[in-house]
């Protein structure tokens, strides 16, 4: 079955620390992967995604995620947290080369920042 | 570019109400999708499109129905409301092989 699995349902940190969320999934062929993040009472907005080629992607916001084809990993990631970034993360995944229409979520991480 | 709008924000409905969740997008995408969202369920697929007078079923459609007559438009009808449709309810448009575009949510209380 294809699946997300955000292990970590809450995390905290202290503004300035570095930070990594993790994201693993289940698939059946290679996906499209994708991190967005949510603050509270808002939509959600794509940080970064992966389709192909170079398995270290940057995105905004200064985050970065790296793919890991023999974990099926897309660990997310960003050296020093700012208190801005207090939000809820949420890894999905979506058929390589097809709509992307029809993304399967992980259940999210929440963020927050302590000063 | 106004992007994906929905409308309302909130709602409050009575088991047995009917209502429509609307939703319209100003980027000429073909594809759009409903998800709802559930405390600690993510981001679950309801109905699809990939066009106008296309429509198929996600992971969770039981008690919706969509149509979709134009491009811009895909509005989400509750015929029948029930206490486990409450949730938040996201329409998104996609631009195929790169982003999804998600509208900023419509809340919904069924009592």
């Known amino acids: 079955a294809q699946s997300v699995t955000q292990p970590d349902i809450h995390i905290t940190v202290s503004e300035g620390a570095s930070l990594e969320l993790r994201c693993n999934y289940s698939?059946?062929?290679?996906?499209?992967l994708f991190w967005y993040v949510q603050s509270p009472g808002q939509g959600l907005q794509l940080l970064l995604k992966y389709f192909s080629g170079d398995t270290l992607v940057q995105g905004i916001k200064g985050f970065e995620a790296e793919f890991k084809r023999s974990q099926s990993s897309f660990n997310l990631r960003k050296p020093s947290v700012h208190w801005s970034d207090a939000a809820e993360y949420f890894c999905a995944v979506g058929p390589y080369g097809g709509a992307t229409n029809k993304l399967i979520f992980g259940t999210g991480t929440l963020l927050a920042v302590q000063p | 570019n106004a992007g994906v709008t929905q409308t309302p924000k909130f709602q409050v409905l009575k088991t047995g109400q009917s209502m429509t969740l609307q939703c319209a997008q100003d980027?000429?995408?073909?594809?759009m999708s409903w998800y709802r969202q559930d405390p600690g369920m993510g981001l679950r697929l309801i109905h699809y499109s990939v066009g106008a007078g296309i429509t198929d079923q996600g992971e969770v459609p039981n008690g919706y129905n969509v149509s979709r007559s134009t491009t811009e438009d895909f509005p989400l009808r509750l015929l029948s409301a029930a206490p486990s449709q409450t949730s938040v309810y996201f329409c998104a448009s996609t631009d195929p092989g790169v982003e999804q575009f998600f509208g900023p949510g419509t809340r919904l209380t069924v009592l």
């Open positions: 698939y059946g062929a290679t996906p499209y």
């Open positions: 980027m000429n995408h073909e594809y």
